[in-house]
Each structure stands twice: as structure tokens, then as C-alpha cells.
């Protein structure tokens, strides 16, 4: 296994990450070797100084020499790069191979918190799993998935991370000729439920045993002794997606694309491709260029995590029971859960937006109404709940909130059942002000704005966008009043309609 991945001599370098390997350890159809495509200028646009040093890298070393390392051109001793197989159902349709086709894992570390992270190139050059793919990324996609990956981070949603991006110095051939990138990401694992559906698809049964123990090892060591473990791994994995599914919707984000193999094991929103962030209510938005069938609107996306979940059920079959019939009924009730599940986490996470903490009859009717006065209203998600906390101080501050509806009148009817409700709260009014501020933004990475940032950089080589975005995204439950203007919405002229794949 060593020989397979050892770097070459001449690209090797003293490593300033100190790797420790599991997934190269696990059988070889698992995974292939795929080494990183030498690129002619990379230049290290941004390194995240405060995540390695969480990772424990050698940040001056990752500093002084990351294009490099983070473009490919230099595999640093001990990593073993490799592309992961997996499987996946895209929009519907099952696909037995797809693998990573422009990632490369270069390989694991323990952070300084004890646990295990995948630090993974991003349009680092082919691999076998590239088909006619190149490899390649643009910058643009670079760019889109370092910004909303950090920025779900900050908003504290579960999420893979961003440790570098990087210029190649090449172009690469999409629609037009763009300027080439590389992401570094880094994540619990890269393992998805197209990992599973990779080795079902085989009937490799003994493969999806080995898997699932590397997976409860891994990320669910808690249940390792349980009787029935791998029905526990199931009941483990639909909790979490359940759990992160409703916190996208609390902050009005669409993933895009819910494939199967976009959906990570350990319960972190990964690969940010045609993503956005809503500006004007609308349950049916979709922005991908690719959903022309609307699979994935921001309300479809619980349904589609079950269905996800359903898929991944179906690959542990042989794992649950001997009995065939036996492992069907444990399959379809863990699958039935997860309706419950998601509704709790959802609904605990819109009263905490609205200021609700006691459990009453009503508070659904009362989410939802507010929910549908914002839709009537075209009312901008991320705005009407910042200015909500406003109106919690005092009913003074209703102004700026009720300049959000084009009929007032909605949200004044709803205001009045509101206070009635958080006038039986235990917390002063200002108190849940604060609150509610701390679980309703006041930043979102707004489309336009990294649209803005993304053609500023393409177009004119000019990353101060890109900086003052991240920047301002990194506290995005702070007023921060000298950036204001990055949590207006979109003029008409602003709108972005499409967000497209980085593929």
C-alpha cells in the first residue's frame, strides 16, 4: 500500500502537516491513487492561518510555502493522495460509479481536539474517476465555496471547512475561457451515502461491513457496542441530516443539488456547487441552473433528505438482519422518524428566531403565519428576522420591519399575536432581543455579493471582494455598522436568478 502511494521523489517536501492515514488502510476498490497535476504559476490567494493552527499544521511553513503545496505542485511527505469511489443518485437518477473526479484526498490528521480530519485538494488535475472530465476548477467555484463554506462555519451550521485557495496561473475551458483554481477543504470525512451505494451496487456486503465500522469508529464511536450497530449507524446518520437540514432552512439556505453523493455520513453540508442563500421569501425558490424541476427548493429539502436517508437504508439491508423481512421493517422505521425528528429541530429553531421558548399549541400556527405574511409580501428572510429582534425591544423599532411588506397590514396582524405569545415568556424584552439576535443574522453571503466578488477576481485579478466578504461573514450575528451595506438585498439590476456547478 505504501509503494501505491508513495509521492514522487522529485515533488516530495518535509511535511508541514502531520498526516495519520485511515481511508488508505481500507480495501483497495475503496479508493485509487490519483496524484495531483502539476499547474505552471499557483499563487496562494487565501490560507486560513486560525483553522490550521485548530488542524495543527505548521502554519508559518503552510504560510511561506502553500501554493505549492496547496495547488498540487508539492506533495508533502506523508500524504497519500487518492480519489474516493462512490456511487449516487443524480436528480433521481442512480449512477453505479462516479467517484472523485476533480478532488484528490490527500490525507488525515488528528486535530489538536482529538479528532480525525480529510484535508482534500479541489480541481487539483484528473483522477481515475475523472471520465472526460479534466480535473479542473475555476476560479469562480473556488471562490463560491470558500466564502459559503467559512461562512457556514460562522454561522454555526455543521459544515466541511476551507483551508486555502489557490490560483493556478492556467485556464481552464468551460462556457468561456476562466481563469483556474484550487480549494483545500477539510471535513470530518469525505465518506457519503454514495459511498454505501457504491459497494451495495457491487453486492459487496463484506465492503459495506468494513465501511460501516470505519464509519461508526470514526464518527459514531458511541454506539460501537449497541446490539444491533449498524441499525444504530442509520437511526445515527438520519438524526444528524435531519438536525442539519433544519438548520439550513432556519437561515434560508438552498444546497442545489442533494445528490446522494452530496450528502456526507457525518452530517456536514458538503460540496457547495450552485448554492444561494434567500433573499425574498419563497418556499419553490431554486437557484441551480441544473434543478430545471425544482428537486431541490429551498421547502423540498427536508423531503429530500429522507429520501437520501431512504437510499442510504437501503444499502444496509444486509447488515440490519439475517431476515430479509426483518431488515425491511427495521429500515422503514427508522426511515419513519424522520419526519419527527426534523419537525422538532425545525420548529425549536424558528421559535428561537421569533423569541419562543415555552412549549404552547399554537407556536407552529404562529411560524408559519409569519412565514406566510413574508411570502405574500415578497419580504426579504434574512432581514425580516434581523429587524424582528428590533421589535422585540420595543414596538417603536416595528418601522424598519414593517417597510418589508408592501402591505403592512400582514405583519401588523401577526405582531399583535406575537406579543400576546412572548408576553407569556419569562425573559424581559430585552433579553429575548438579544436572543434572538444571537440565532437570526445579520450577514448572509448574499448572492449578488459573491457574484460581485467573484467577477471582480476573474475578470480584473482583484480579490478585495473576496477579502471584505469574508471578512464582514466571519460575525455574522454582529451589527458590525461600518458594513451595512453588505446586508441590504439585491437592487432588480443585482438579482441573481442562477448559481451553476463548478463542473
Not at 438552498?254 to 450552485?274: K, L, R, Y
Not at 444486509?318 to 422503514?332: G, I, T
Not at 419537525?343 to 412549549?359: C, P, R, S, V
Amino acid at each position: 500500500m505504501n509503494n501505491l502511494f508513495a509521492s514522487p521523489a522529485s515533488r516530495a517536501a518535509a511535511s508541514p502537516i502531520p498526516f495519520d492515514n485511515s481511508y488508505t488502510r481500507l480495501p483497495a476498490h475503496f479508493h485509487a491513487a490519483a496524484i495531483p497535476t502539476a499547474v505552471s504559476e499557483p499563487w496562494l490567494i487565501k490560507f486560513n492561518r486560525p483553522l490550521a493552527l485548530e488542524l495543527g499544521l505548521d502554519a508559518d511553513a503552510l504560510e511561506r510555502d502553500g501554493a505549492a503545496i496547496f495547488s498540487g505542485n508539492t506533495i508533502p511527505e506523508g500524504a497519500q493522495p487518492l480519489g474516493m469511489a462512490y456511487a449516487g443518485h443524480q436528480f433521481g437518477q442512480f449512477v453505479p460509479l462516479l467517484g472523485d473526479g476533480r478532488a484528490i484526498l490527500l490525507g488525515e490528521v488528528i486535530d489538536i481536539h482529538g479528532r480525525r480530519r480529510d484535508i482534500q485538494l479541489k480541481g487539483a488535475g484528473k483522477t481515475p474517476y475523472s471520465r472526460r472530465g479534466d480535473g479542473r476548477a475555476a476560479l469562480g467555484p473556488v471562490l463560491r465555496e470558500y466564502i459559503v463554506s467559512e461562512a457556514m462555519f460562522a454561522l454555526g451550521i455543521p459544515t466541511t471547512r476551507a483551508l486555502a485557495a489557490v490560483v493556478t496561473g492556467e485556464p481552464v475551458y468551460r462556457e468561456r475561457v476562466l481563469p483556474g483554481g484550487v480549494i483545500t477543504r477539510v471535513a470530518a470525512s469525505h465518506i457519503r451515502v454514495g459511498t454505501f451505494q457504491f459497494l451495495s451496487a457491487r453486492g459487496d456486503t463484506e465492503g459495506l461491513k468494513v465501511l460501516a465500522d470505519h464509519v461508526i469508529d470514526r464518527h459514531y464511536p458511541e454506539i460501537k457496542d449497541q446490539e444491533r450497530p449498524y441499525l444504530a449507524l442509520l437511526h445515527a446518520v438520519i438524526e444528524r441530516q435531519a438536525s442539519l437540514i433544519a438548520r439550513w432552512l432556519c437561515v434560508g439556505f438552498i444546497h442545489g443539488v442533494m445528490n446522494t453523493d452530496n450528502c456526507a455520513i457525518s452530517g456536514e453540508t458538503i460540496d457547495f456547487g450552485p448554492c444561494a442563500f434567500l433573499d425574498a421569501y419563497d418556499p419553490a425558490k431554486v437557484f441551480s441552473s441544473i434543478d430545471r424541476g425544482g428537486r431541490y427548493a429551498y421547502a423540498s429539502q427536508p423531503a429530500i433528505g429522507q429520501w437520501n436517508m431512504a437510499r442510504l437504508a437501503e444499502t444496509l439491508l444486509p447488515l440490519l438482519d439475517p431476515e430479509a423481512s426483518e431488515a425491511v421493517n427495521l429500515a422503514n422505521d427508522a426511515i419513519g422518524g424522520y419526519g419527527a425528528l426534523f419537525q422538532t429541530h425545525w420548529l425549536a429553531g424558528m421559535k428561537a428566531k421569533i423569541g419562543l421558548y415555552a412549549e404552547e399549541d399554537g407556536d407552529l400556527d404562529l411560524v408559519q403565519g409569519l412565514l406566510s405574511a413574508m411570502h405574500r409580501n415578497e419580504a426579504d428572510f434574512t432581514l425580516t428576522f434581523r429587524r424582528l429582534c428590533d421589535a422585540a425591544e420595543s414596538s417603536a423599532h416595528d418601522g424598519p420591519l414593517r417597510d418589508l411588506f408592501a402591505k403592512p397590514a400582514d405583519i401588523d396582524a401577526w405582531l399583535l399575536a406575537w406579543r400576546e405569545r412572548t408576553g407569556r415568556e419569562s425573559l424581559s424584552d430585552a433579553q429575548t432581543a438579544a436572543a434572538m439576535r444571537a440565532v437570526n443574522p445579520a450577514f448572509i453571503p448574499r448572492n449578488h455579493r459573491i457574484e460581485q466578488a467573484i467577477r471582480a477576481a476573474e475578470d480584473d485579478g482583484d480579490f478585495s471582494l473576496f477579502e471584505a466578504l469574508n471578512d464582514v461573514l466571519a460575525k455574522p450575528y454582529e451589527d458590525q455598522p461600518k458594513f451595512t451595506a453588505y446586508a441590504v438585498p439585491p437592487a432588480p439590476s443585482e438579482e441573481v436568478f442562477k448559481t451553476f456547478c463548478g463542473t
